[in-house]
């Protein structure tokens, strides 16, 4: 091959420089591609205390998160090639009104501690995107707040039951009063879950300063300046809030509770009715007799009871019990637009995302919420152009299949 010099025209083009992003947020974000970057930046910009609370589940093995997230990855995708899939809608109806993406925002505690916008941020972002948000009974804005924050967004409202049912017969009546359309009824947390992370790094509301707390903090003073300069921290719809989140489910949340509570709720609350926690088909079908119109497939995010059952793998037989009764969501393991898409094709009619956004939520307030809106939402157009589907509706058990 000949050689020659480059002329000064090639070299000019070869050696542009690319504009400079002056936003430190903003070019942060800009560089990541995966909720997986998202996550490191996450960690890297949280104290450990805050970072563990959302990264890290139940048991010394963490096994219900892990097992999770391994049945993503052990599955394969069936494309079909040759089809038109220049054109693809990732719209579809959750729970009866239309939604653009076929996922919503999973009901968080502790938002704030993530960063201090909060729920507001994700609610913001859900009302801008057009996808459904749900506010936790233990979030750190009021019911009231949130609304204001996102009046044009769908909201839904996570309730805990508790030992006295006064306070929770106010909490679905102010939801109601301020426009959510769906109530979750948590169930699989009679008692805390051993999340050791927490127990060892002495998490609670509002954060204490110990020695180590202090010592972490001298490496993240940004964290600490945005928490001590703005509203303090609580569970702002719990009227005690004091000590740690398994404290707090052990003195308050109540353990007898049954089917009974299910259609108590359905004569109380006006609108939609979702159980989550739901972890076989026989619970499925006890939730949907009662009352329930949606079943959220769900081992909390691996945070309640190690070793439960894998949701993405109790999902057909779900889909066979009540899926002509019921819409069927999913959680816990979620890290890609490609786990929606999968979930989707073997029978889901929507998924929940939660450590996903708050990752994005800690790496950069709202933008980096917006920021893991949008790497999933992309994900999800190009995992359904490349297996050949141009609509959420054409997925089906035979495009994904699950590796020995």
């Known amino acids: 091959m000949d050689r020659r010099l480059p002329r000064p025209s090639e070299l000019r083009e070869l050696l542009r420089p ?13 560089r990541a591609a995966t909720i997986a970057d998202l996550r490191e930046l996450a960690r890297r910009r949280a104290p450990r205390a805050v970072f563990d609370y959302t990264d890290g589940a139940a048991g010394e093995g963490e096994l219900s998160l892990r097992r999770a997230r391994e049945t ?4 394969e995708f069936r494309p079909s090639v040759l089809r038109d899939v220049s054109v693809v809608d990732t719209g579809t109806r959750i729970l009866g009104k239309p939604s653009p993406l076929p ?24 009302e801008q995107v057009g996808i459904p948000y749900a506010l936790s009974t233990l979030g750190t804005v009021t019911i009231e707040e949130m609304a204001a924050a996102g009046p044009n967004a769908r909201k839904w409202f996570q309730l805990y039951l508790w030992r006295d049912r006064a306070p929770a017969t106010e909490l679905i009546a102010r939801a109601a009063a301020a426009g959510y359309d769906t109530l979750i009824l948590t169930v699989d947390t009679p008692v805390a879950g ?10 609670t509301i509002p954060p204490r300063l110990t020695l180590r707390t202090f010592l972490d903090g001298a490496l993240h003073p940004r964290w600490w300046f945005d928490l001590l300069s703005t509203e303090p921290l609580t569970f702002a719809n719990l009227a005690s809030t004091d000590g740690t989140v398994a404290e707090l489910i052990d003195r308050v949340f109540d353990p007898t509770l049954t089917t009974a509570d299910i259609e108590w709720l359905r004569a109380e609350w006006p609108g939609l009715l979702m159980v989550k926690g739901v ?3 026989d619970d499925a079908r006890r939730v949907v007799d009662a009352g329930a119109n949606a079943v959220l497939l769900s081992n909390h995010g691996g945070r309640q009871l190690e070793r439960a059952p894998v949701p993405l793998e109790m999902l057909p037989s779900v889909v066979e019990a009540v899926g002509d009764r019921a819409e069927i969501l999913i959680d816990t393991g979620i890290m890609n637009g490609a786990d929606i898409v999968a979930a989707l094709a073997l029978g889901a009619d929507a998924a929940l995302v939660g450590r996903a956004y708050l990752y994005g939520l800690m790496a950069g307030g709202r933008r980096g919420v917006d920021r893991a809106v949008r790497i999933l939402a992309d994900e999800v157009a190009r995992t359904m152009r490349l297996l050949g589907v141009t609509g959420v509706e ?4 035979g495009h994904v299949a699950l590796r020995p």
Do not use: C, I, K
């Open 394 to 397: 054409q997925l089906g058990p």
């Open 103 to 126: 996922f919503a925002l999973a009901p968080t505690g502790f938002t704030r501690l993530m960063h201090t916008e909060g729920e507001r941020a994700v609610v913001a972002v859900a």
């Open 72 to 75: 993503y990855q052990r599955l």
């Open 279 to 281: 972890q076989s088909a």
């Open 194 to 203: 051993a999340r050791l992370r927490d127990v060892r790094n002495g998490l």
């Open 18 to 30: 690319a504009p400079f992003e002056w936003d430190g947020v903003e070019r942060r974000l800009n």
